[in-house]
């Protein structure tokens, strides 16, 4: 590869990012950190940065907040878990068979334009107070995103990659082991992208609305308790779990799917 | 321009292993596909008969829409026939609906797109045949290696299928039908969509891979002097429905080369096939 200086032109869109975020995310800080100090709004409606800041420090040092943290975790990924395996098994199934198709597809708007977060209460009620319905929420919200992303890279599926399969009278699985499967990978791993972040916002509403643990918990304790400063903390830790996550798929894209142009740089 | 009563069985290498006695040979008998089954239905092929003895080289030539693909891919077995009689090796392709997968694994294809899976490295697409019937991983790589000698893209083992030009992936594509030792070869204008320098390689290289390996080949082209140059014999099809117009053969002396297409002989095909198309387009 030719070596380009630092400051290439080539090099120059690519290393934007990292000065701009640092600056404009500096920026709001100012602004908001004036705006605190000129207007003297109360800290119960808006904390100052600074107070934010220790609180969140605080909380790292905080086991209870730790633990908290580990349930919404888990949560999250078992939800996703299950959400991915689930939607991809169907999701396959679907993109193949164009009468499982045509008999689910009601069902699949139907369940798509529902306000799902509608039915936590529903699964509180069924499942009761502790992690099972958290998971529950955080899996029916990644579901569809994996379900139908999976359905369309099934459907995507090249005709000339088909023919192949035929020729090479490959068995069912080959055919999903083999053509079917790798070549949704980029569209799962959107689904997944999409997925992630929603099974997350599953697991703090599931625990907004019920139980003793987890970050949604913690969030509606420190509201109740009027620590507002501490409420915005929890938000920013829950905003930097959500990156973790993205991230993560991010890197399994890297990993999984290295020969699709989305990954090429 | 008239079918000669017995085509000539080329005698390349001894038939190591092949002991069926129709071997790389294809016969149809009123062979016809229409596709579609609600009214307007489209009459792509009337029934043919035709007989591809072992090691030939048959080119399909004709105008675009005459039935050519669908001749192709019913020998591919990737459809089915509406009526007649498909026999690979003597035995039928499909019987009562059903593919015969014994009578496919003789059928090696190569389409006008190298369609090699992106996900896969070179190797690993030109294995994929081997791997699908079980071959282990060593026996594989050393197969693959082979083969991507034989086609002329060594070196290239690790690279994804987006890293080689459209003339080296078409390569690999027939690196990977050839991998699991078909008796038949069928291809679908395989150069179509190359350059003409890169195609005229490619010819060279198909005619030195078929001689060397006596297999059947079946392609499919636009191209009249691509036909002429490879073929033993042209099957000039008209279209609306499909059918056979002219069968050629094609008596020019073999290895050959750029210069057999400078020659009286080649280019008197060349006209006279010419002069063919434009009468039945
Ligand atoms: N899947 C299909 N469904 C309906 N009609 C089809 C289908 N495939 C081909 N046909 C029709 O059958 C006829 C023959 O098509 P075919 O693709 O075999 O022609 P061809 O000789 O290969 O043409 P070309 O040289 O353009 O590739 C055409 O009229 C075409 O419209
Ligand atoms: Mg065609």
């Given at each position: 590869m030719i070596q380009r200086s630092l400051f290439h032109p080539a090099n120059r869109a690519k290393l934007l990012p990292y000065v701009t975020t640092p600056l404009l995310v500096a920026l709001i800080?100012?602004?908001?950190?004036?705006?605190?100090?000129?207007?003297?709004?109360?800290?119960?409606?808006?904390?100052?940065?600074?107070?934010?800041?220790?609180?969140?420090?605080?909380?790292?040092?905080?086991?209870?907040?730790?633990?908290h943290t580990l349930m919404t975790v888990y949560a999250t990924l078992t939800g996703f878990a299950w959400a991915l395996v689930v939607g991809v098994g169907l999701g396959v199934l679907i993109g193949r068979f164009r009468w499982l198709e045509q008999t689910l597809n009601p069902f699949i708007v139907a369940t798509q334009v529902v306000p799902k977060v509608a039915f936590v209460p529903l699964f509180v009620v069924w499942f009761g107070f502790g992690l099972t319905a958290k998971v529950i929420v955080a899996a029916v919200l990644a579901f569809f995103p994996i379900l139908t992303n999976t359905v369309l890279g099934v459907k995507s599926v090249d005709a000339g990659h088909r023919d192949v399969a035929t020729s090479l009278n490959a068995t069912s699985?080959?055919?999903?082991?083999?053509?079917?499967?790798?070549?949704?990978?980029?569209?799962i791993l959107t689904g997944m992208e999409v997925g992630i972040v929603l099974a997350i916002i599953g697991a703090i509403v599931g625990e907004y609305l019920g139980g003793t643990q987890g970050l949604g918990y913690m969030m509606i304790a420190r509201m109740n308790a009027f620590a507002t400063n501490e409420l915005f903390a929890v938000i920013i830790h829950m905003t930097l779990l959500g990156f973790i996550f993205y991230f993560s798929i991010g890197i399994l894209r890297r990993i999984l799917i290295p020969w699709h142009q989305s990954t090429q740089r | 321009m008239i079918e000669t009563a017995a085509p000539r069985a080329r005698a390349i290498e001894s038939q190591a292993g092949g002991g069926a006695p129709h071997k790389g040979a294809i016969r149809m008998e009123a062979l016809e596909k229409w596709y579609g089954t609600r009214d307007p239905r489209v009459h792509a092929l009337a029934p043919t008969d035709l007989n591809i003895p072992e090691g030939e080289l048959l080119v399909l030539l004709g105008p675009s829409g005459c039935g050519k693909t669908t001749l192709l891919r019913m020998i591919g077995g990737l459809i089915e026939p509406t009526s007649g009689d498909l026999l690979v090796e003597g035995r039928p392709l499909w019987r009562d609906g059903v593919r015969q997968n014994e009578v496919l694994s003789e059928l090696g294809m190569v389409f006008q797109e190298a369609n090699l899976f992106p996900w896969l490295t070179i190797e690993d697409n030109v294995a994929l045949p081997l791997e699908l019937k079980g071959m282990p991983k060593a026996e594989r790589r050393a197969a693959a290696a082979k083969l991507l000698k034989m086609v002329g893209i060594s070196g290239f083992e690790k690279r994804w299928p987006r890293e080689l030009s459209g003339g080296m992936r078409q390569r690999a594509a027939i690196a990977r039908a050839l991998s699991y030792d078909p008796h038949i070869l069928l291809m679908d204008e395989p150069f179509g969509a190359l350059d003409a320098m890169t195609r005229d390689q490619m010819n060279l290289e198909l005619q030195r891979i078929w001689s060397e390996t006596g297999k059947t080949v079946v392609l499919v082209t636009h191209s009249i002097s691509e036909a002429v140059f490879l073929a033993d014999r042209i099957v000039l099809l008209s279209p609306r429905p499909g059918k056979i117009d002219t069968i050629l053969n094609v008596d020019l002396p073999r290895p050959r080369t750029a210069e057999t297409q400078a020659t009286p002989a080649f280019q008197d095909y060349v006209r006279d096939l010419h002069h063919r198309l434009a009468a039945i387009s």
């Open positions: 800080i100012l602004i908001w950190h004036s705006y605190v100090t000129l207007s003297g709004v109360s800290p119960f409606i808006l904390p100052s940065p600074q107070s934010v800041w220790t609180a969140w420090i605080a909380m790292l040092y905080d086991p209870r907040a730790w633990n699985w080959q055919r999903f082991r083999r053509l079917e499967l790798p070549s949704s990978l980029p569209y | -």
